[in-house]
Each structure stands twice: as C-alpha cells, then as structure tokens.
C-alpha cells in the first residue's frame, strides 16, 4: 500500500507539474496582446492545445490511476485514465492510457488466457489517497502473496455495481468487463450493432467507446468530432459526465430534437403524429410538396415592360419548369436555371416584337441589343414577382408549417388529422427530421453567400500568405544564424501553400470541432453513436445518415423497450437502405444493474406476451424481494412509500435536513398523476426535464428510459404498455415497490404475490 502512495504521489507530482506549465503557458500567451499574424496564430494554436491538456489533466484529477498490471517477465504497468510520461530523456511512460494495447490484458485476462500477466490489481483511491487494493493471481504457478487477494476477483465490480447512484452516470473504466471491452475497442469502420437487455451496460459501453475512438483516430474523429445521440435532454444531462471524467470533451451530445441548427422543438406531438411524421414516405410526401410549389400560370402571368404587357402562358412556364426539374437539383439551387429560362422566354417574346423585319419577317437585332433587352427584362421588378410565384424561394420551416396546417391530399384523411396543426405552432421532435428532409429538397441559394465566401477566402490567403512571409524571412534568418543553408528542416513555407494555410486556419476557428458541428446541419461527423437507437422512426435515421456519410456508427438498443410507435422494429429493415447488410451485430447478455429479484418480476411482464423472451442474467441479487400494495388514496400512499424506499437513512434524514442526499429515488407513475403526487412529495423534481441530482424525482416511464436509481417506486402499472412497464421495473439498483389504485396485469400481480 505505501509503495503503491508513493507511486501515485509521483503521478501526481507530474501532472501538478504539466499543469503549472500549461496553466503558465496559456496565461503568458494570453498576456501577449496584440501580436504580428504569425505569433497571434502561434499563440491561437498553443491556448487550444494547452486548454485542451489543462482540461484533461483536471478532469482525471482524484481517480488517475486505478489499475495494475505485473508481467511473468517481471515488467509491470500503471493503467490510467491518462497516459503519462516521464520528465525524462526517454519520455518513459509512468502511466498507461486504458486505451492503449498494453492496458488490454487488464481487462480481458483470465486464468485461462492470462495474456503474459502473473497478476492484476485494482487500486481503489478516495482522492489522492490509496484506500485499497485487490489483487487477482493469473499465474497459478506463482505463489508470492500480498496480503491484498480477491479470490473471487469481483469485489471491486460488485462496490461499484452496489454503490449509491448519484443522478449523473460514471464512467466504468476501472471495471470494463471483457465482452464489453471487445465492443469498445471494434473497428471503427463500419456500421455496429451492440443489443442487449436493461442494464447490461449499453451505454456505458457506447460512451467508452466513443472516448476509444478518439483516442486510437484521434486525427480523424477530433476534426470532424463524434456525435452521441440519446432520447432526451434528461438523459443527455444523466450521461453527460462520463466523456469528460474520461478526459474527453470534443463529443456532441444531442437528440434527434436538437439537430437542426436554429429549431429548438419545445411541442409535443401524439403518439398519432409522431408515428406518421417518423414514416418513411414522408420523404416522397415532401418532395411532392415541393414539387407543388413549382406552380403554372392559372392561366396566364402577365408582366408589364416597356409599355407592353408580356404573357408568361402554361405552356412556356412548363417548358421552363421541365427543363429546370430536368437539372435534379434541390428547388432554391435549381431557381437559378428557373430565372434564366425565363429570362430567355421573355427576351425572345420581346425581341420579336421589336426586331422583326415587317418585310421578310427575319429579326433585325444584333447580339448586343439581345444582351441589351434581357438586361432590362432582369431589372424589371415584375418579371421578378412572376418569377417568385412560379418558383418561389423557400424555407425548410416555412414549407414544414404550411405542409402541416393543410395536409390534405399528400397523406389520407386520418393521417391527416393526426398531424394538422396552426403554421404558427411550436416545433416537435417528430418534426425535425421534416425539417431536414425538406433543408435538402430545397438546398440553399448560396450565390451571395459564395461570393462573400469567395472574398473572404482571398483576405484569408492574403493574410496565409502574410504570414507564411514573416515565417520564411525568420528561416532566413535563423538559418544563417545556423550557417546551414542545406539544413533538412523544412519551414511552414516548404510544406504547406497559403490556401491549404488558410483551410488550416478555418478549421482553427476558436470553437470546437463539436461546437462547429452543433451549429452546421451540413456538418459530416466521424463517428454517430446513437443511444436507445430502437426509438429512432425511418426519419430520423434518414437525417442521421446524412450526418454520417462514412457510416461509421455504433448503435445500441433493446428492442423489448421500444416505446415510440414510430420506432423500428428490427435492426435490418433501419440498415438495409443505408448499408443493406454491411452491419455488424454483438449482443450483451449480463444485466449489471437490476438484481435477480426484481429482473424476475419485470421479466415475467414480458413473457406474458412473448413466451420465448430470454432476460439478461443478473450479476447480483439482494435478497430484497419486490413489493407490491393496492391502495385507495394513491397520493398518501406514494408520500408513505417514498419514506420507506428511500436508498439509506441517510437519505431519509438528508431529506428532512434539505441536505445533499446519498442515493437516488424516482416515482414512475403516467404524467396525468404528477401535479397531484408532486404536492405530498417534499422537495421532489418533475417536469420535461427534472433535475436528476435531486434526491426524489418523479417521472414516467418514458422519461426513464436508459436512468437508473436506487430505488423505484412505480405508480399505476395497469396504465401503461407492455415495453414501458419493463423499462419501468428494471430502472433499481437495489429495491422497487409497486402502487396501484386498478387492475394489475396478470403476469405483475403473479410474480409479486
Ligand atoms: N463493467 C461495468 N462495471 C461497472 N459498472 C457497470 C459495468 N457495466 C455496466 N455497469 C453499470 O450498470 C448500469 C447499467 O449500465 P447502462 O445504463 O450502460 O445499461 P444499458 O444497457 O444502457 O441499460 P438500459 O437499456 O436499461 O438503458 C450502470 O450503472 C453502469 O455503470
């Protein structure tokens, strides 16, 4: 144990010391002030890279090192949630990146494959401090002893499995089990499939590998960052915390509701609504909509021009119309073309009128009277507001909320219904994937913005090559210093030109790469990971495809909790169109969080409807059987059984004294019930987003999905779906307690009797 303190004290040392360096060099750089173009450059990369470091270095602060690995061939090996160097000549590695290969027999050996290990140790701290230590023997030969055996070598497993939740997800990484360790460390190309039942660890293991993948690509996945998407904001905030205990910050944490830039969706739609605006053939309603847009004259347009009126008939605009459809380009890019066709109808129309010879009917215009004539056409406001009727500018949002007040004719009557709605109504979740369906149909028309994007880029290069001057008459100049005019060396000069200087300067912008992309709905991510992917409706994984053209993505998902009823039901019909069969598919068969007893309720729930369904085994049991108590005054009830849920004393007391509770407690009980439950609990947190640190949160059961708590108290069971009940009950770590005014279902009222 001493020897392991001094250890770490040196550990310590080292990042006390890097962190002084950074904190010291980014404020020196800052102090700078104004500076020429290279060294404000210089100083622009130095605070990035500094920052970055200083953030990595406070986030592992106080769990650094966790593990230990002794080689038969006498090495052994520090394992991290860094890697680090010594301030030597050799920079020796004094601490190993859990990512790194070398840490992977920490995880995966056995001792049936002991992977060159004689033993393994995991090193418990509190803070900087050892608190203890639990070795595991792989080398049966070996017969030194510490003192520190774990026989069974899952005591530090179990703490942690047993340990009280705070609200906020942690990290796993001193206990990655190894199925899951295979799933983190896959390839990364590819599409990848992890399934596996409540608790078994899904999350967990798609977040280490998202913290992996930056880590083995970090090139790649750090430019054009790592998207990680969850159900809801509540989950995002539960699991928002693992990536940066982990050291890593460059990750965008969303759901489908917040990927489209400048839409924030606050209404909620249906179940109906919901399932229609997820449907697949909603990309062809759309486009038909679009399409719609491309109007005729009814019957004709009439424009005024030099005191003649000029008449844009059906059968001129069609032949406009065609022609430009005949392009395939999204609306507003193809209007381009529209205008031009156009233009040239009515410079003909005109040209006629004036040029033809009476005598033998041929035109007597020269090309620069017709250059002449369709320049004044193009400054005559009405051919431009009969062009805007015939091919009008759109927006996503505006083509979305007129398509949904007035449905009619591009989807049937009761679909209709489902999804009408007033233009003037908030956006939905359901209804972003509209939106960004309808963002690529129309396309934007970037004329003015290229042609500023082309005058900004020429003061950028300007100033690349400004800069990359200052940077050769410095090599100049240190070169002579050096009288070595052959030196090897090559200066920014050699390698790189002003314009690929000036893309590296753009992707140097001062926000992060998961900052630009959390602003760009064009934004082509590394790597998607998406969490409870089985909710996802077919327009939702259109969007996230067009985010991900690589298809480079790890979905996770149980398909027995599905609850969205735009969700999909099996993993091939999502993949098909995008990869066809190009997937892999692993599975996750140990449930780490629901213990034995309450595993077998919610299990039974299921097989009352599926016989054949096979549950994750649970890693523990308890010994606290599940309860369950009919009532007539539900909210007394409720107040009574939070008391006696609550995960500790503690919490009780923690409760009365409004002081930070040690445990968590949710009330999963149908929305309609929440305002009178929430008047008998004191202190307790509801709402679409509940703050999930507080010590008792009332939710339903959709709102839990993918959260977990000490324990559970689930209200009203009767009322809810078959997969919203199982997501329910398995949300407890340690005790559930059921409530019910009504009827049971048959299979819960037999397995808790
Ligand atoms: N190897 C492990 N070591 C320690 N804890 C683990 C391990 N694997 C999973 N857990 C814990 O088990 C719990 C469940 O994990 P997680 O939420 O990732 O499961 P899930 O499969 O996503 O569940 P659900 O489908 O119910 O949302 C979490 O508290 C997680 O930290």
């Not at 399934?195 to 660890?201: A, C, F, K, L, R």
């Not at 090309?367 to 759109?394: F, K």
């Not at 396309?443 to 003061?459: Q, S």
């Not at 409004?658 to 309609?672: E, F, K, Q, S």
């Amino acid at each position: 144990m001493r020897r392991e303190q001094e250890f770490i004290d040196g550990l310590y040392a080292r990042v006390d010391a890097l962190r002084g360096d950074a904190e010291t060099s980014v404020a020196d750089a800052l102090a700078q002030g104004d500076k020429p173009m290279q060294a404000r450059l210089e100083r622009d990369i130095l605070v990035a890279e500094r920052s970055g470091l200083l953030a990595a270095l406070n986030a592992v602060d106080g769990s650094l090192c966790f593990g230990r690995i002794d080689l038969t061939g006498g090495d052994s090996h520090h394992i991290g949630r860094i890697g680090l160097r010594a301030d030597d000549a050799d920079r020796t590695p004094i601490l190993i990146d859990w990512r790194a290969d070398v840490a992977r027999p920490f995880y995966l050996a056995t001792g049936h494959t002991p992977m060159g290990l004689r033993r393994r140790r995991h090193i418990s701290t509190e803070g900087r401090r050892v608190s203890a230590l639990h070795d595991e023997i792989l080398d049966l030969g070996d017969t030194t002893r510490t003192g520190h055996e774990d026989p069974t070598g899952d005591a530090v497993l179990l703490a942690a499995l047993s340990s009280a939740r705070t609200g906020r997800m942690g990290d796993i990484v001193r206990t990655i089990q190894a199925d899951q360790d295979r799933i983190i460390r896959a390839p990364h190309r590819g599409v990848l499939v992890v399934e596996g039942g409540p608790g078994t660890g899904k999350t967990a293991v798609a977040l280490h590998r998202a913290a992996y993948l930056l880590y083995e690509h970090r090139e790649l996945l750090a430019r054009r960052a790592v998207l990680v998407v969850g159900p809801n904001p509540a989950f995002l905030g539960y699991i928002g915390e693992v990536l940066p205990s982990l050291g890593e910050t460059g990750v965008l944490l969303a759901t489908v509701g917040e990927l489209f830039p400048g839409v924030r969706a606050t209404a909620a739609d249906t179940p109906e609504a919901a399932a229609v605006k997820g449907r697949a053939d909603m990309a062809d309603v759309l486009a038909a909509v679009v399409r719609d847009r491309q109007a005729l004259p009814d019957p004709v347009v009439a424009i005024e021009h030099d005191r003649e009126v000029l008449m844009l008939d059906d059968d001129l605009v069609s032949v406009a119309r065609e022609r430009t459809r005949a392009a395939k380009l999204p609306h507003n890019v193809a209007r381009e073309y529209f205008e031009g066709y156009i233009l040239n109808t009515l410079t003909d129309m005109v040209a006629e009128r004036i040029g033809t010879d009476p005598y033998d009917g041929s035109n007597l215009l020269d090309p620069s009277d017709i250059t002449q004539i369709r320049d004044d056409l193009a400054e005559n406001p009405e051919v431009w507001s009969a062009i805007d009727q015939l091919w009008p500018r759109l927006t996503p949002q505006r083509l979305v909320a007129d398509f949904l007040a007035d449905p009619e004719g591009y989807v049937g009557d009761a679909d209709a219904d489902a999804i009408r709605r007033p233009v003037t109504r908030a956006w939905t979740v359901a209804d972003v994937p509209l939106l960004d369906e309808a963002a690529e149909l129309l396309g934007e028309d970037d004329r003015l913005a290229r042609a500023r994007a082309a005058r900004e880029r020429e003061t950028q290069v300007a100033y690349a090559q400004g800069v990359l001057d200052v940077s050769y008459a410095s090599r100049t100049y240190e070169f002579e210093d050096m009288d070595d005019e052959d030196s090897e060396v090559l200066s920014a000069h050699d390698i790189i030109d002003a314009e690929r200087f000036a893309e590296r300067q753009e992707e140097d912008d001062h926000r992060g790469a998961a900052e630009r992309a959390a602003a760009d709905r064009t934004w082509a991510f590394g790597h998607i990971i998406v969490d409870e992917a089985q909710e996802l409706s077919p327009m939702a994984w259109r969007l996230l495809m067009r985010r991900n053209p690589t298809r480079s993505m790890t979905l996770v998902g149980d398909p027995a909790q599905t609850s969205e009823a735009a969700g999909v039901g099996a993993w091939a019909d999502i993949l098909q169109p995008y990869v066809e069969d190009r997937w892999e598919h692993t599975r996750l068969g140990v449930n780490y969080r629901t213990p034995a007893e309450i595993m077998d309720v919610a299990a039974a729930v299921v097989r009352a409807e599926n016989p054949g369904f096979q549950p994750p085994g649970s890693v523990r049991s308890t010994g606290v059987r599940p309860w369950v108590r009919a009532t007539d005054d539900l909210p007394g009830a409720v107040e009574k059984a939070v008391a006696e849920l609550a995960p500790s004393p503690k919490l009780s007391a923690s409760l009365e004294q409004g002081g930070a509770p040690t445990g968590r407690l949710a009330v999963i009980a149908p929305r309609d019930l929440h305002r009178r439950l929430a008047a008998r609990l004191d202190g307790v947190t509801a709402g679409a987003e509940p703050d999930l640190t507080r010590a008792v949160v009332l939710l339903d059961p959709r709102q839990a999905k993918g959260l977990e708590f000490d324990s559970v108290l689930v209200v009203e069971p009767g009322r809810y779906g078959t997969s919203d009940l199982y997501v329910a009950l398995t949300r407890a770590t340690q005790r559930l307690g059921v409530l019910h005014t009504g009827e049971l279902p048959k299979a819960l009222a037999d397995a808790l009797a």
